[in-house]
């Protein structure tokens, strides 16, 4: 289910003046979510912050179903990125973002991910960006993103990730003082949304969301800093590490397995009511991963 950006992202609205090449300007927003646009002026004076968990026996029986199914390397990532699109698909405002003191709605889903070609500590490394729609199932997000990641581990002159590549090669051997113009160059035309269309389809500083597996690297799951550069407004990160054992009423032991994740997100683009209705119906589909084998029965458009 691969596309690009201009085909997979295809508005189905008429675009407007004030509109940018990846969302639509919104027109309804409160004049006091307005005015904290000019007191937080960066991704970073707004974050915050939360951690939680689930206990992955749901998961852990889904993975081995879907395993058995043929889906080589299926793992609690795919449903946690699944997890994630089916919930934009039903609480689209925390696929917003802020550019220009302005708040957009993003015309598609866009989840960024660093990828090692190998867990060794000099592996080379790369950040993919995967692009999905709100009515994708979890096959159509494992399709997606298994076949780019699974092409650069396993191929050993694979081109998956190109074109960024290739960007960021060349503009890193530029002098200091060049690549600060550089950088300026590129904020001032983000701030007016007129970055070229073929450098925000592999930014992975633009999107809806970087999720990342703290755990492969044998941590507990931290809290990642948003960027100030591009427009990402959520970051996710997430660990499959943690077991207790706990104490039934009979006396016996049980050992149970957990999902951690930690979630820095931009306080601007909606408000705290709106964040935990998102994040319940994220939780919903972590406990119960079967729903997301059928596309959603309604998808709701973000406000005018």
């Known amino acids: 289910m691969s596309e690009s950006l201009s085909t997979a992202a295809a508005p189905a609205y008429k675009r407007r003046r004030g509109d940018r090449k990846d969302g639509r300007l919104l027109r309804s927003i409160e004049p006091i979510t307005i005015f904290s646009l000019y007191i937080m002026n960066t991704r970073n004076d707004a974050n915050n912050y939360i951690t939680d968990s689930v206990e992955l026996s749901s998961i852990d029986k889904y993975v081995h179903k879907k395993r058995l199914e043929g889906f080589e390397g299926f793992n609690a990532m795919y449903v946690l990125a699944a997890a994630y699109v089916r919930a934009v698909s039903q609480k689209p405002g925390i696929n917003r973002f802020i550019n220009g003191h302005r708040i957009y709605a993003r015309n598609n889903i866009e989840v960024s991910m660093v990828v090692k070609k190998e867990m060794t500590l000099n592996s080379p490394e790369t950040m993919f960006k995967f692009f999905f729609m709100p009515e994708y199932t ?167």
Do not use: W
Request: net charge negative.
């Open 138 to 304: 979890i096959d159509d997000v494992y399709k997606e993103m298994h076949e780019k990641i699974h092409a650069y581990q396993t191929e050993p002159d694979s081109d998956a990730n190109e074109d960024m590549d290739k960007f960021l090669n060349t503009v890193v051997k530029f002098p200091r003082c060049l690549l600060r113009l550089v950088m300026r160059l590129l904020y001032h035309l983000d701030y007016h949304g007129m970055i070229p269309k073929s450098l925000l389809e592999i930014s992975p500083f633009h999107g809806s969301m970087v999720l990342s597996s703290i755990g492969s690297l044998g941590v507990p799951s931290v809290f990642h800093h948003l960027y100030n550069f591009g427009n990402v407004p959520m970051f996710i990160t997430f660990s499959t590490n943690r077991h207790i054992n706990e104490a039934k009423a009979d006396g016996s032991i049980v050992k149970k397995h957990f999902l951690d994740f930690n979630i820095t997100m931009d306080d601007r683009i909606c408000d705290g009511q709106y964040y935990s209705e998102a994040l319940h119906e994220f939780r919903k589909y972590l406990k119960n991963p079967e729903l997301l084998e059928v596309p959603p029965k309604e998808v709701i458009q973000d406000i005018p």
